[in-house]
């Protein structure tokens, strides 16, 4: 890693109209959340509101603005080229900006998951840290996938939201066997797996949730750094 690129990505992310959003996506499901407690009894909607719209909805988001912010920027106006004239080494660009869009996934979009659940039934903490779980192996995953998805085209925020919506929401619900290749079916799997109170009708297994996980990462990572180390001084690939 890079102190100084880690300090201007930091600076780029918040500096941003993004960093707003990731500021209001998680306070908008707390908000919910806390209105749904007050209104209703412990628990009611947990899975739809900790689950499907904390862990499978907000938290995909804040990562892919957290990831888009950090790289996408640079590439899109060109200014990725002063610091690929450095004499830094490509991959470790890629691993320091990994981490800041892995930080701000981590508190923008698992801790409020957290929260969320704990606010919906506190009785249960059992099943909000499980949901909490769950959600910082998606923050992991989703962070180098979109990070290699802004790597790839200066079009990740429409690719990224049509990952979402479509492969991970509609065809995931439709269709039993993109569960082995969906980041949200791999953080349910694993929120299941410890905690009796989440019931995961068709899980992939543990294991493979885990080793999944860690080669969408390792692998976006990779895939970065490699795109980066292609760029032109031109601004090209």
């Known amino acids: 890693m890079n ?12 500096g941003r109209r993004r960093g707003l959003m990731m ?25 739809e509101i900790v689950g499907e719209l904390g862990r499978d909805l907000a938290l995909p988001l804040v990562a892919l603005l957290a990831a888009t912010a950090v790289l996408g920027p640079e590439i899109d106006d060109g200014s990725i080229v002063y610091l690929l004239a450095k004499p830094v080494n490509r991959y470790s660009v890629a691993v320091s900006k990994y981490v800041v869009a892995l930080v701000a996934a981590l508190g923008f979009g698992a801790l409020p998951v957290l929260l969320a659940g704990l606010v919906n ?25 979109f990070l290699a998805l802004c790597a790839f085209t200066r079009h990740a925020v429409v690719a990224g939201l049509l ?13 039993d ?29 543990t294991t493979y949730a885990l080793v999944a996980a860690i080669l969408v990462a390792a692998g976006g990572i990779a895939f970065a750094g ?3 180390s292609t ?3 031109t601004g090209e690939t």
């Open 226 to 228: 490699w795109r980066l």
């Open 23 to 47: 500021l209001v996506i998680p306070l908008i499901l707390l908000v919910l959340t806390l209105v749904v407690r007050l209104l209703t009894e412990p628990g009611t909607a947990y899975t």
């Open 177 to 205: 066997g993109v569960r082995w290749l969906s980041v949200s079916a791999w953080a349910r799997d694993i929120a299941a797996a410890l905690s009796d109170s989440i019931d995961e009708a068709a899980p992939v297994g």
């Open 163 to 175: 990952f979402v919506f479509l492969w991970e929401g509609t065809i995931g619900n439709l269709l």
């Open 121 to 145: 039934d506190s009785g249960n903490p059992g099943m909000s840290f499980a949901m909490l779980a769950g959600a910082v192996v998606a923050a992991f995953t989703y962070s180098g996938l």
């Open 231 to 233: 760029f032109s001084l």
């Open 3 to 14: 102190a100084t690129i880690l300090r201007l990505s930091a600076q780029a992310l918040f």
